[in-house]
C-alpha cells in the first residue's frame, strides 16, 4: 500500500503499481491550465498514485510536454509512467517513441503501449508494418521496460493480438454497464489472466463530463463511488481515471484509500441497476461509434476527422 492507495501486481513484470491510474488526456485540458494541472499532479504523487498514463497524441503532443514538465526535479523518479505510441511503422514507430521520450523529459518508459487497436486490420499492420519488431528492439535498447496495446472497441480485435508478441499488459474498458454489453470484462479479461498479461482498466463511467460523473454517472444508472468500486473489484492492476480537477482527485483519492470490493448482494444490487440501460450500449458508444477514436488513428485508416 503507498500512502494509503492499494498496490495491485503488473501482470508477470514483477513490478507493483497504484491500484489507481492518472489519465493524462484529461490532465492536460487547457482550460485547467499548466499551474493548476501541475499541483493535481504533485497531490497525486504525494498521496501514492504514482500510475501516470499518457499518449503520444493526447493534445497534439501538449500532454507529454505538460507531464514531462511536472515530473522534472525529482518526480520523475517516483512514477511509474506509461505513454503510447499511435504509429504502425517502424519508421513512425522509432519516431513517436523519440517524441515521447523528449517531451517527458526521461532517459526510459516504464510501460509502452500500441495505442488504440480499434480497427479489425490494425494487428496485422504491427506486424507487415514493422512496427512491434521496432518496439522489442527500443526495449533491448533500454529505452522501454513494458510493452502492451490498448483498444476500446471491441474485444476480438485486442484478442487478435494474443498471438503476435508476448505482451505485458492490455488497457480496454471496465465497467458496470461493460458486464453487459460488448463485454471486455468477460471475453477477454480471463484470456489476458491465464496469459500473466496484466489488465489495465479504463472507461469506468463511460466517458464525457467528469464534474457530473461521466455518461454512466450523470444517467443515473450508478454513482461514481459504485461505478470506480465495480471496476477496482474485478481483476485488473490498475485502474485509468480521467482527473481534472482538484475535487475529482479527492474523490478518486478516497474511493481508492478506503477501497472494499463490490460481492454478494452489494454487487448484485449495482449490476441490477446497471442492466436495464447497458444492453444497447447507450452509455459505451466508444464501442459502437468513431466518436472515442482519436483524429490520428481516423487518419490512419483515411476516415474522416
Known amino acids: 500500500m503507498a500512502n494509503g492507495i492499494p498496490l495491485r501486481p503488473l501482470g508477470n513484470t514483477g513490478v507493483q503499481v497504484s491500484a489507481i491510474c492518472l489519465g493524462g488526456w484529461h490532465i492536460a485540458q487547457p482550460e485547467i491550465g499548466e499551474v493548476e494541472s501541475t499541483r493535481i499532479m504533485h497531490a497525486a504523487i504525494d498521496r501514492g498514485l504514482t500510475f501516470f498514463d499518457n499518449a503520444w497524441d493526447y493534445h497534439e503532443g501538449a500532454s507529454e510536454s505538460l507531464m514531462g514538465r511536472a515530473l522534472a526535479g525529482g518526480k520523475r523518479q517516483k512514477v511509474f509512467l506509461m505513454t503510447k505510441n499511435c504509429a504502425r511503422d517502424a519508421a513512425g514507430t522509432r519516431q513517436h517513441l523519440e517524441d515521447s ?5 526521461t532517459d526510459v518508459i516504464d510501460l509502452w503501449q500500441f495505442h488504440e487497436i480499434n480497427y479489425d486490420n490494425d494487428p496485422e499492420w504491427l506486424v507487415e ?3 512491434i519488431a521496432e518496439a522489442i528492439k527500443a526495449q533491448k535498447e533500454g529505452k522501454v521496460r513494458f510493452i502492451g496495446y490498448t483498444g476500446h472497441k471491441s474485444p476480438h480485435i485486442l484478442a487478435k493480438m494474443l498471438p503476435l508478441h508476448k ?3 492490455c488497457q480496454m474498458p471496465i465497467n458496470v454497464c461493460d458486464h453487459f454489453y460488448r463485454s471486455f470484462r468477460h471475453d477477454l479479461l480471463p484470456e489476458l489472466l491465464a ?3 496484466a489488465p489495465i482498466g479504463m472507461k469506468s463511467m463511460g466517458g464525457g463530463n467528469l464534474e457530473v460523473g461521466g455518461k454512466i454517472v450523470s444517467s443515473g444508472v450508478v454513482t461514481a463511488e ?3 468500486r465495480y471496476s477496482l473489484s474485478q481483476p485488473i492492476s490498475t485502474l485509468v481515471l480521467g482527473i ?3 475535487k475529482v482527485l479527492e ?8 477501497f472494499t470490493p463490490l460481492v454478494g448482494s452489494e454487487l448484485a444490487a449495482v449490476l441490477a441497476k446497471a442492466k436495464p440501460e447497458a444492453g444497447d450500449g447507450r452509455h459505451e458508444w466508444h464501442k459502437s461509434t468513431q466518436n472515442f477514436d482519436g483524429p490520428y488513428h481516423r487518419k490512419q485508416h483515411e476516415f474522416a476527422v
Do not use: F, Y
Open 167 to 169: 505482451w505485458d499488459t
Open 226 to 228: 459504485e461505478a470506480i
Open 195 to 197: 496469459r500473466g498479461i
Open 244 to 246: 481534472d480537477s482538484m
Open 251 to 258: 474523490q478518486d483519492l478516497a474511493i481508492a484509500e478506503n
Open 101 to 105: 521520450l523528449r517531451r517527458l523529459q
Open 129 to 131: 508494418r514493422g512496427a
